[in-house]
DNA sequence: TTCTATTTGTCCACTGCCTTGACAAATTAA
DNA sequence: TTAATTTGTCAAGGCAGTGGACAAATAGAA
């Protein structure tokens, strides 16, 4: 394991002032050589140089000019951002959605297809599919697609890409989702538990911007959670960082064979609440939507049960708020993003933990994975384009 | 905000240069410049030269030669383990511990003093004075120090570093602790909460070597944890990642002003087990240590006080398990280090979990946070010393 | 003991990257 | 039209790193 690699004469040195000059210009916007030149603190002739090649090699291109200011008026650059293309897929149990976005991470377009239900092998035709689907949509060659990030639901192992359960969804446990991908497309392939490409996707352009510590909490027919720490994803030593529904709240965790399910979710994934909806006196075989079709007509028994799922919710949140302490939790999810909800869990929490933390609604909806994945997808373009690698450091 | 400092002319390639060779050294122990410069991939040149200057400056010195292979012999080098000192001091309710190590982290002397029970600005002339001890002690001169790390129970802030919570010692919640310290020593110093320091000391020398995601839990008169996620300190948005006190855990934390103390450490505490060892038949007044000599002695009453300490310790197990997922807890503190409380939670623990923790006992008893700030300090002293400075990045 | 193979470490010439200062070009304000 | 200001290029110089040649030093073999 060298610490430095330098295969050729002193490449660092060029590599450190190309980073700092393609950082500048995607966080400055519009800039002009001399601008860039002050900001890095790098002279102006150098800037010159490396703009210059980062123009002909593509990765820059000018966009106009400054005036209103004394002096010479400055020519000024922006990213192109057509210059490299990144896909993100969210892989749900019912369907596939897609988008591809270009270097800034503007999606250009985006579609949506049924899961092949035979699942296993057939669904990485499906991705295949889906990404010519995107490429003649956006007008765009393959060429230029750098990255591709699937989300997935289950648990993935951190160091072989593994995916341990995946119940939604049939045979993607036994094949290498990831490596197949890769060969198909060939290109690079990133996996990550959809739940955290959402948490991803707020801390990138929701609620979570600016935000080092959240967590990002979906409930629906499943639960689960992201979890933004120090600013950055974490996944926990088996990938399962964030498996809420394992929680011993909400039910005896000590019942002997009911804990395999995870306690927490028994207590309030969909199946539950429909049930105790049932329980309180709703009408025999409702689902969640009955449920808050009902609740907003004011049904007792439907009030009921979202009460007592607020209630067990804000346990959660207290209980991960004495763990992580997080400055917010984002609410996701199909249950989890209902308004009535989280009003009810805001009400809860102040009463079961003496620092609540604040709550918002996902900004993203459904789509939330499929942002994240894009903003992954994105952030990985740019590290494996212009990312500056010193081996390990 | 400049993204590269680069005052002088190219101290950025150089300074690359330097921190390979030096922890090439740090991890290689004795090595000769010719296997510096192959395990860097830097020629034998650059080598010969970084290491001429910094053998001028005092880092490193040679400490043999090689012999026993064919060819010339090669002088090894060393870091030379003087050349840096610094300090942990670890502030308790009782007693201020505190040590001097080397460059390398070695401990070369160590002192304990009570601690000035008025609190405030006295804590301050404490450190002065166990500091002049260890300096006199280790027979070095202060201004080798440069680093010192100070230990405290309670919340610290990230951002400020101001202490929120520290019921044990007086009056240090309106004083700027750390600029006092940087002041009166006149060197750079840290302040971190004491279990988090307990962590980084298992991370660095015991059982959380080379394990990326652990926790810290530490049970006696209050309750606290730290934990390292993806390989580093979790702090969270203010501080208080790991307040297990205020987990949901072991009573109704709806219950109205009973939550405050904190509903974990209402439960866990050592005021807790000794009142519940009372409660189950113990003799009144009866400590923690006296239940534990019961305990010893077979005292049924004991023995069903610990078995609920570890029943609810193992609730808290399985809630940070299904919220951080690491693969191993370290127990800690007067109470959770007591090895017949670890091997009831052991027992419990599967059975409120599908995937239990692996659980071991501090490998440092008490002196785990000491340990920790040695490591804090000697890893701030080699980043300020040699390591490199891209600005951001 | 002598020779050979091998390894270490230095010397030297060369290249790449960055900086500084000078200067031409272009624009606003007076 | 002129002065002030800013942009961008040119040219010279320095630092850092590389690769090849080579002297020095040693183990092992003849």
Redesign the interface.
Known sequence: M?????VAQ?P??RK??TN?VI??VLAQGPISRADIAK????SKQTISDVVRDLETDGWLKPVGKTDGRPGRTAITYELNASAGLAISIDLGGTKIAAAIGDLLGNIIAETKVPTDARGGIHLVDQFQAVVNDLTEMAGVEMAKVRMVVLGTPGVLDPATGHIHVAPNIAGIEDIDLRQLLTDRLGIPAIIENDVNLAAEGERWKGHGVD????AFIALGTGTG?G?I??G?L????????????????GGD??D?GG??LGT?ESAVGSVAMARRYVGFGGQEGASVADLFVAFEKGDHSAIAAVEETA?LTA?AI???????????VIMGGSIGARPELVAAIRRYLP?????PTRIEISRFGNRAALIGGMGIAVAHMHEELFG?D??E?
């Open positions: 060298a610490i430095t690699s330098s002193t660092i040195a450190i002032s700092a950082r500048t900001f890095t603190g790098l935000v080092g510590n959240f959670m979890i720490a120090n950055s974490l996944r926990g030593g088996r990938g399962a960082a964030g498996e809420i529904s394992y929680l011993p709240i965790p000590f002997p804990f395999h927490f209630r346990l207290a209980a991960v708020g004495a763990t992580l302490d997080p400055q917010l009463r079961c933990t003496p620092y500056v010193l081996g450091a």
